[in-house]
């Protein structure tokens, strides 16, 4: 179970909605919602990260307003690209450290939740996720040039190798163990 305090919904909303999103349905079908969800319940032995936690929240957040049936006087917003690609390119070359929202909001001049929202419309994905893949791109490179896998998930910022390897399993759908054995053994065959 989930629990989001009205206010950070309002947070993550602010300047987007004239009041809190009411969605009378109480079961929903929709996959955008599910799969932000499924992400923030991923892992409830470890607490979301604060890139992870903004993200998430403000993709929750948005599914709410979409998927309410109030009335809510909705603002579209002109994305700020500038300030975007500066982002992308801060959280590409400090991929392997702690990237803060705060950062975030320091390098583009936009607040967490405006900046989640408007890198998601323009690259399709949230910072964190970008950084993720940032890092597991990394992550496999160093594992492809003989680097320990304890290794790799600290040169790539993961917190611990058990934190490398779910989320380097999720996403390419094996163990960086299992990555590791596939390059040794194609290289050996050379």
């Known amino acids: 179970m989930i629990y989001i305090a009205p206010e950070l919904i309002s947070a993550a909303l602010e300047g987007r909605a ?18 932000s969800l499924v992400e923030a319940l991923f892992d409830l032995d470890t607490a979301l990260a ?3 936690r903004d993200a998430l929240l403000g993709e929750i957040a948005q599914s709410l307003l979409r998927l309410s049936d109030t009335r809510l006087h909705k603002k ?8 975007l690609a500066e982002c992308r390119a801060y959280l590409a070359a400090y991929a392997d450290e702690n990237v803060l929202s705060i950062d975030l909001e320091k390098i583009t001049g936009l607040d967490r939740f405006t900046l989640a929202r408007q ?13 993720l893949q940032r890092r597991l791109s990394n992550t496999r490179s160093l594992i492809a ?12 910022g993961f917190a611990d190798q058990s934190h490398m390897t779910r989320h380097f399993s999720k996403t390419y759908g094996m163990t960086p163990g299992r990555f590791q054995r596939l390059v040794n053994g194609f290289h050996s065959a050379d």
Not at 18 to 35: G, K, Q
Not at 76 to 83: I, V
């Open 50 to 52: 604060g890139l992870e």
């Open 18 to 35: 004239a009041c809190l999103p009411f969605v009378t349905a109480p079961v929903l079908s929709d996959a955008t919602l599910r799969t």
């Open 145 to 156: 040039a003989g680097e320990t896998l304890a290794a790799a998930a600290a040169s790539a």
């Open 76 to 83: 579209t917003e002109k994305l700020d690209r500038r300030s």
């Open 119 to 131: 890198f998601r419309s323009l690259y399709g994905t949230s910072p964190h996720r970008y950084l």
